[in-house]
């Protein structure tokens, strides 16, 4: 998938809560999905994937280290969506 096609998900009529973007999306790309998708949804909270060894410049909402345990993925989903049901 490239950039435009990312971001024709989030100008298509739909009900996505929450954008998760990985550390394996190149920088460049990651700051300009960041900011269009702002630009388009700003309530839409982005949340980024990292591997410790690629920081990012991107706006994003949020962050959480992609070895983290699932819980702790779900935990920040929950929060980051105001989605309050305990996941463990």
């Known amino acids: 998938m490239n950039d435009r096609d990312a971001l024709g998900f989030v100008e298509a009529p739909n ?7 990985c550390h394996s999306v190149p920088e460049a790309s990651r700051q300009f999905l960041a900011t269009r998708i702002k630009a388009l949804r700003p309530e839409l909270p982005i949340l980024m994937l990292y591997n410790g060894y690629d920081p990012t410049d991107a706006k994003v909402d949020g962050s959480l280290h992609s070895l983290d345990t699932p819980e702790s993925l779900l935990k920040m989903i929950g929060f980051m ?3 309050t049901a305990d996941h463990t």
């Open 81 to 83: 969506t105001k989605n």
């Open 15 to 21: 009900t996505i809560d929450l954008v998760l973007m």
